[in-house]
């Protein structure tokens, strides 16, 4: 159980373009969902909270209107880079923790997907 | 200083050998730790959950916190080849709340 999917699990886009990578909890519902970006050999830094039917809480330096979260259900959040450029080229993971679940259960993690841009 | 310090390695052990993987912190407030296993191109895979202080053990691993030095390390026992990953620590001080994570240890298991 508590599987989270991310689609899609590698892309390659234009500088200039913008990409969306979708997080789906498969067997879970959940009203929160976390976005990290991993840099190479570096640690997973959070770059936003993303909250069911609300705007989505970003960390220090990162760019809103850059990166567009929508967490439109609770079982799907969308990351949206837009007008990339090759600097954003990372691992994006997204996490999510299931809500029937007490707040002391972990997080459980997709298996990222890795931009690109050219 | 980094709220969590992890030695990137990379950790070289034969098969069979005891690992030890080891984070200290400098938030006091931290509570909740765990700790993640990642292969190359995937996302991390939760391997142990601790709260608070001691020490809980699951198969081959064994972590282990010490709040009161802000230090948790993960053994790994009697390790695999397939063991070879990097391991990446993580906590945080409120249930429910983003995790902060360690840069992450890769360690190779030699067969």
């Known amino acids: 159980g508590a599987v989270v999917s991310q689609h899609p699990s590698w892309v390659i886009c234009k500088s200039g373009t913008s990409v969306k990578i979708e997080c789906r909890s498969l067997d879970f519902q959940a009203t929160t969902m976390f976005w990290y970006r991993q840099f190479p050999k570096q640690s997973l830094m959070l770059m936003a909270t993303s909250n069911e039917g609300s705007k989505a809480t970003y960390e220090q330096g990162v760019e809103k209107d850059k990166f567009l979260i929508n967490h439109a259900s609770l079982t799907l959040s969308t990351l949206t880079v837009t007008s990339a450029h090759p600097e954003d080229s990372s691992f994006y993971i997204c996490?999510?923790?299931?809500?029937?679940?007490?707040?002391?259960?972990?997080?459980?993690f997709g298996n990222g997907t890795r931009l690109t841009v050219t | 200083q980094k709220e969590v310090e992890q030695d990137p390695g990379p950790l070289s052990v034969p098969e069979g050998a005891i690992v030890s993987l080891n984070c200290t912190y400098s938030?006091?407030?931290?509570?909740?730790f765990m700790w993640y296993r990642q292969y190359s191109r995937k996302g991390p895979e939760l391997l142990m959950y601790t709260y608070s202080s001691g020490n809980k053990e699951d198969g081959r691993f064994t972590a282990q916190v010490d709040k009161s030095s802000k230090y948790i390390s993960l053994f790994i026992r009697d390790s695999q080849p397939s063991d070879s990953a990097t391991y990446l620590c993580a906590m945080s001080d409120q249930a429910g709340t983003a995790l902060i994570f360690g840069k992450g240890t890769t360690l190779s298991v030699s067969s």
């Open positions: 996490s999510a923790r299931d809500v029937s679940r007490d707040l002391n259960s972990p997080l459980h």
């Open positions: 938030n006091s407030a931290f509570q909740y």
